[in-house]
């Protein structure tokens, strides 16, 4: 075999992998969400940034195969907003200040927030199970999604 075909046959799958995007990436901040008093969340409310920040910043890498969505709540009775962090099989849910309420593995099924609340179940992965979250979810209402970062395998 010469060096030219060695070259060629060595190149050819590696120019082929390169051509091909292997993830699709998304990045949605909802500029005119009202939360916690101010408007534009994600970019008025320091400790909130910081954690949307470092989502966008994983999505532009493509580190890991993964979604985060932040969502505005409302407590049923008292009003107070509150925001839940939703990875797909964990939740965390922070106080306007930032303080983590509640948290742990938990999943939010179908994306059915709005047309039919909360459709939920404990998720049986690291960390420990959100044993709270299903009061929470009773107690509160979705008002809006503050914004999602996903990257998506094809």
């Known amino acids: 075999m010469t060096m030219k075909k060695f070259i060629t046959i060595l190149a050819l799958p590696l120019l082929m992998l390169a051509a091909c995007e292997k993830?699709?990436?998304t990045v949605y901040?909802?500029?005119d969400a009202q939360c916690c008093g101010?408007?534009?969340p994600m970019?008025?409310?320091p400790w909130l940034r910081e954690l949307g920040d470092e989502a966008q910043e994983n999505v532009k890498q493509?580190?890991?195969q993964f979604s985060t969505t932040y969502m505005l709540f409302t407590n049923d009775t008292t009003g107070e907003n509150m925001i839940v962090e939703d990875g797909d099989v964990w939740v965390i849910i922070y106080d306007c200040e930032g303080e983590k309420r509640h948290g742990g593995s938990y999943t939010i099924w179908n994306n059915s927030i709005k047309e039919n609340?909360?459709?939920s179940a404990p998720a049986h992965v690291s960390p420990e199970p959100c044993v709270t979250c299903a009061q929470f979810?009773?107690?509160h209402t979705f008002i809006d999604?503050?914004?999602?970062y996903s990257i998506t395998l094809k």
């Not at 999604?145 to 999602?148: G, K, L, P």
């Open 43 to 45: 970019n008025n409310i």
């Open 29 to 31: 901040v909802n500029t």
């Open 38 to 40: 101010v408007s534009d």
């Open 137 to 139: 979810f009773e107690t």
């Open 117 to 119: 609340g909360i459709h």
């Open 145 to 148: 999604t503050i914004a999602n």
């Open 62 to 64: 493509g580190k890991r």
């Open 23 to 25: 993830y699709t990436t």
